[in-house]
C-alpha cells in the first residue's frame, strides 16, 4: 500500500503519523501577484446550511488580506457536487464532507472514477441532524418507517449520509419510506407545513433553518438519536465516521443532549493548484480567524491542531508544507 493512500481518521479513532507521501517540502516561493487580480471560487451549500456563510466569510478574508486574489463563494447542492466541480477545475476550493470526500478520492460510492483532490484542513465536525416535530410519533430511526422523509439535497453530503443511517438500521428509503429530497431550508419549510414528516440534514452547530424552525410559534422540534448505528456505519464505510452529540439548548425548546453520527468537514482543492497559493491560502485564513468567527462560530473549531486531525484524504503539498512549520506532525 502506497503511504499516500493510508487516511488520518477522526479524533477517537486510529491516527497515523507521516507526511502521506508528499515527501519534504521546502522553498515555495512567495505567491507572485500579477497585476490582473487570480480570481478564485469557493463552492459551499445551500443558503440554509453552515457551508454558505462560512465560505462567504473566507472569501471575504481571502479577498481582502491576500493581495492580487479575489475570492467569490458560490451555492450549489454541497458535496458530492463540490467534489466533481473542483476535480473538473470549475471551482478552486470546495466545502465537503469526509465521508464524500474520501469517496471521491478512492472513486467509490457517488463517484465512478477516483478525482484528482487533495485536502488543506479540517475544518469543524458535521452533525447529523433527523428533524420532526413533537407529535409525529417519531421517537427512533426505526419509527421513520412509513413516514414521509427528506433526505436531502440530490448530489449533497446529507443524502449520502443520511441514506448510511437508513441502512443502518435497516430501511430502504425506495420501499420504507415516502422519500423527498430537499435542502435544509427547504426541508425547514415543509416539515414546519406539515408536508413531510421528518428530515436529514447534515450540518455544523447551529443551522441556520433548523434555528428558525425550532423559534416559529406553535412548533415544537425534536432531534432523534442513532449513535447505535455509528459502528454499522463504520464496519461498512471505514472510521470516517465518529460519535458525536447535539448538545442540549443548541435549538430552541430542544432542552436534552442527542447522540448522532458525526464526520469531519474538509476543504478541498485540485491537486495541481499552485502550492505558494494553497500556502498562502491557509496563512491568511489562520491570521485572519477572528473575522471568520464573526460570520460563524463554528470557524473557533478552526485550530492548528484540529486542522490536520483527521483527514480523510491526503493533504496538499502547500498544506503540508504551512502545517509542518507550525511544528505539527501528521
Not at 22 to 28: A, T, V
Not at 60 to 67: D, G, M, Q, R
Not at 142 to 152: A, E, F, N, Q, V
Not at 159 to 172: H, P, T
Amino acid at each position: 500500500m502506497k503511504e499516500e493512500d493510508r487516511f488520518l481518521n477522526r479524533r477517537d479513532f486510529l491516527k497515523i503519523s507521516g507526511a502521506m507521501g508528499l515527501g519534504s517540502l521546502i522553498g515555495f516561493p512567495t505567491l507572485a501577484m500579477a497585476q490582473t487580480k487570480v480570481r478564485l471560487s469557493i463552492v459551499t451549500g445551500g443558503t440554509g446550511g453552515v457551508y454558505y456563510p462560512y465560505g462567504g466569510g473566507m472569501a471575504a478574508v481571502l479577498s481582502k488580506h491576500l493581495p492580487g486574489v479575489e475570492v467569490t463563494a458560490e451555492v450549489t447542492a454541497a458535496s458530492v457536487d463540490n467534489c466533481k466541480l473542483v476535480a473538473a477545475q470549475k471551482a478552486d476550493l470546495g466545502f465537503v464532507m469526509g465521508d464524500s470526500g474520501h469517496d471521491a478520492y478512492m472513486g467509490s460510492g457517488k463517484f465512478k472514477e477516483k478525482l484528482p483532490l487533495r485536502n488543506l484542513a479540517v475544518l469543524y465536525s458535521n452533525f447529523m441532524h433527523i428533524v420532526t416535530l413533537e407529535g409525529k410519533g417519531i421517537n427512533t430511526v426505526s419509527d421513520l418507517k412509513g413516514k414521509r422523509i427528506s433526505t436531502g439535497a440530490p448530489g449533497s453530503g446529507t443524502e449520502v449520509k443520511g441514506l448510511r443511517v437508513l441502512e443502518a438500521y435497516g430501511i430502504n428509503p425506495e420501499k420504507d419510506i415516502s422519500r423527498d429530497r430537499l435542502g435544509a431550508t427547504e426541508s425547514a419549510g415543509a416539515l414546519k407545513d406539515r408536508k413531510i414528516d421528518a428530515y436529514f440534514w447534515d450540518g455544523g452547530l447551529p443551522t441556520a433553518s433548523i434555528l428558525d424552525l425550532a423559534a416559529t410559534p406553535g412548533i415544537k422540534a425534536k432531534l432523534i438519536g442513532h449513535e447505535d448505528g455509528v459502528g454499522r456505519m463504520i464496519a461498512k464505510y471505514g472510521p470516517v465516521y465518529f460519535k458525536g452529540k447535539i448538545p442540549k439548548n443548541t435549538y430552541p425548546g430542544i432542552a436534552v443532549d442527542t447522540a448522532v453520527a458525526a464526520v469531519a468537514n474538509i476543504l478541498i482543492c485540485h491537486e495541481k493548484m499552485d502550492p505558494a497559493l494553497a500556502y498562502n491560502i491557509l496563512k491568511t485564513l489562520f491570521a485572519h480567524k477572528p473575522e471568520l468567527v464573526t460570520v460563524h462560530k463554528e470557524a473557533n473549531n478552526l485550530t492548528l491542531e484540529d486542522a490536520v486531525d483527521g483527514s480523510p484524504i491526503p493533504f496538499h503539498p502547500g498544506a503540508s508544507k504551512f502545517y509542518k512549520e507550525k511544528g505539527l506532525k501528521f
